[in-house]
């Protein structure tokens, strides 16, 4: 059974950071494109980065050399650091992978950067 499990998620200062986790089970990370997605709230979910099956990385303009996503194959489980954290990276957080047309989203974690 597929599934992924986000962690980490919580309320940080500006200027704070966090890592979300996220754990999967049912298929082998290294093997799928995975991303991470945020949804603040009255907006659309967005790309926020994403890491190839080579082990690249892209990220969206605006989070670009604050936040870092990378995967454990071991752990079987993908990161998103994030450095610098502003009020506007405010959001729930979602981990997605994607295979052959074949989509798997996790339940989110939310996180707040406010003082």
């Known amino acids: 059974q597929v599934q992924l499990v986000e962690s980490g998620g919580g309320l940080v200062q500006p200027g704070g950071s966090l890592r979300l986790s996220c754990a999967v089970s049912?298929?082998?990370?290294?093997?799928?494109?995975m991303g991470w997605y945020r949804q603040a709230p009255g907006k659309e979910r967005e790309l926020v980065a994403s890491?190839?099956?080579?082990?690249?990385?892209t990220y969206d303009d605006s989070v670009k050399g604050r936040f870092t996503m990378s995967r454990d194959n071991a752990k079987n489980t993908v990161y998103l650091q994030m450095n610098s954290l502003k009020p506007e990276d405010t959001a729930v957080y979602y981990c997605?992978?994607?295979?052959?047309?074949?989509?798997?989203w996790g339940q989110g974690t939310q996180v707040t950067v406010s003082s």
């Open positions: 890491i190839s099956f080579g082990g690249s990385s």
């Open positions: 049912g298929f082998t990370v290294g093997s799928r494109l």
């Open positions: 997605k992978a994607t295979w052959r047309g074949f989509v798997n």
